[in-house]
């Protein structure tokens, strides 16, 4: 079973409007997935985090980069970087305004699940959807 590891999000202001969501992650395939020469899929969603419910605030499209890749013997770590462009109200799922007049942080972080595109292994087990840590802050 393939691993995802070191997943991680950033998220950076743009303009007044817009913030570039970043998502970063290795794959380490294990060795039946490399002699199959197996082809990963990726998704990758973004969600709002209050007290342990997830709530989808953005999906990656899956045609802003290849969402599929392929691994072979010569494979130890595929490093993947997804990044997009949003609006900040879209990461805004605590509206609302704090005591001192500051608005209510969110909190944020996204998930990256693997399925196969082509050429499983016979005994395929995918690994996981795997999470980033939470972000918190006010982006909109």
């Known amino acids: 079973m ?15 409007t817009t913030v570039k969501v970043t998502v970063e992650y290795g794959l ?3 060795q039946d997935e490399k002699l199959a020469q197996s082809v990963f899929k990726e998704e ?5 985090d ?3 419910t ?8 899956s045609g802003a980069k290849p969402a599929e890749y392929a691994v072979d013997t010569s494979t130890t770590t595929v490093s993947r970087s997804r990044d997009h462009k949003i609006s900040k109200s879209t990461l805004n799922e605590d509206p609302g305004f704090l ?14 699940t693997i399925s ?16 980033t840590k939470t972000l918190t802050g006010a982006w909109s």
């Open 116 to 131: 196969y595109a082509a050429n499983a292994p016979s005994n395929a087990k995918l690994p996981p959807p795997t999470q």
């Open 2 to 16: 393939a691993k995802i590891t070191d997943p991680t999000l950033k998220i950076e202001n743009v303009d007044d």
């Open 28 to 30: 380490e395939p294990d």
């Open 54 to 61: 997830f709530t989808p605030v953005y999906t990656f499209p």
């Open 99 to 112: 005591a001192n007049g500051a608005q209510d942080p969110d909190e944020i972080l996204a998930q990256i």
């Open 50 to 52: 209050d007290s342990g």
């Open 44 to 48: 990758i969603a973004v969600y709002g």
